[in-house]
């Protein structure tokens, strides 16, 4: 697999499991500006990879702000750093000369050449998946499917209703979605349906920074403890992760394969996936615009307890092969 981040707090949470988890190969991984600006994103990106023994993993930086909006951050919710003001020790490695663009590339058309397929799965604003897919159709042959977070079937955060990855740069999600139409890739929403489900409690957290401090599981409980603060709880989702997680376990989502569209216009609606529920023909009738070409495999309920559990015992596991 490869993923494609904005690094950020459930971003980190992710890379975690996709750097640790021993049935997942991470390739590479590609960075775009969105809960933090592109420098602070890398630099997180690397960290966390660092801290999971993981400098073989290739990282790029990509596309710093939207196709056609100004950028926006979400450090409000992720801290000032991005990753929860953590003060982590920072990695001594750079990114990877090439553009993030050019990185996905050359791994998805060595794939191709091999027979491999790559699963795609971005966890943040769609610019560099765009950017690719128009630029370099051909990296269609190899990638087996794109599961991206974001967007929602019913609900939104950054507006009542878009979500923040699809509201940061619409024009690159609807770009994403008519490009995997047109080039048959397989595309896959992990959405707000059950992005908050998968949850971590504080005590769990504690347990993590307890058996192993400056290793990945003490990040990982530090990465969860700064959520329960920040939002005053005793447990706090972990997000992004949870798409690498159902990767894992498949058949611990609930999906749905319907048509979807991104709204670019409304003025209370722009940056929403619109996915249509109908089921019957007749309710096209004095529809415009018909179904959406793009169906997408949505996922509309998890098993949020396996989910977690999968999280959370690869963190443990990766404390317990240091004792």
């Not at 990509?62 to 020790?89: C, K, N, S, T």
């Not at 509309?300 to 596991?317: F, G, I, K, P, Y």
Request: proline content about 5%; glycine content about 8%.
């Amino acid at each position: 697999m490869i993923l494609d981040v904005d690094t950020g707090v459930d971003d980190a949470c992710a890379l975690l499991l996709a750097a640790l988890h021993p049935d997942l190969d991470l390739r590479a991984v590609t960075c775009v500006g969105g809960n933090a600006p592109l420098a602070d994103v890398v630099r997180n990106t690397l960290t966390v990879l660092t801290t999971a023994g993981r400098d073989d993993v290739p990282v790029a930086a990509g596309a710093d702000r939207p196709l056609l909006e100004d950028p926006v951050d979400a450090r409000h919710v992720h801290g000032q750093d991005g990753m929860g003001d953590l003060d982590w020790p920072v990695a001594a490695r750079a990114a990877d000369d090439r553009h993030a663009v050019e990185l996905l590339r050359d791994h998805l058309l060595a794939a191709a050449a091999t027979g491999e397929r790559v699963t795609l799965i971005p966890l943040a604003p769609l610019t560099n998946i765009a950017l690719l897919l128009r630029t370099y159709p051909a990296v269609a042959q190899g990638i087996e499917r794109i599961l991206f977070m974001g967007g929602a079937a019913a609900v939104g955060n950054a507006t009542a209703s878009a979500e923040f990855n699809i509201f940061h740069d619409p024009e690159a999600a609807a770009i994403v979605f008519d490009s995997c139409a047109d080039l048959g890739i397989t595309l896959g929403m992990y959405g707000l349906d059950v992005f908050y489900e998968p949850r971590i409690t504080r005590a769990q957290a504690a347990e993590l920074i307890a058996a192993d401090p400056q290793g990945p599981a003490g990040l990982a409980g530090r990465l969860v403890t700064f959520q329960c603060d920040r939002f005053g709880g005793e447990s706090a989702t972990i997000g992004d992760a949870g798409a690498v997680a159902a990767v894992i376990a498949p058949d611990s989502l609930t999906t749905s394969k319907l048509p979807a569209r991104v709204e670019l216009t409304g003025r209370y609606t722009r940056g929403r996936t619109i996915v249509d529920h109908r089921d019957w023909s007749g309710d096209l009738t004095h529809d415009p615009h018909g179904q959406s070409d793009v169906i997408v495999d949505v996922a509309l309920a998890v098993d949020n307890a396996r989910l977690s559990t999968l999280w959370l015992e690869t963190m443990r596991e990766s404390a317990r092969e240091k004792v």
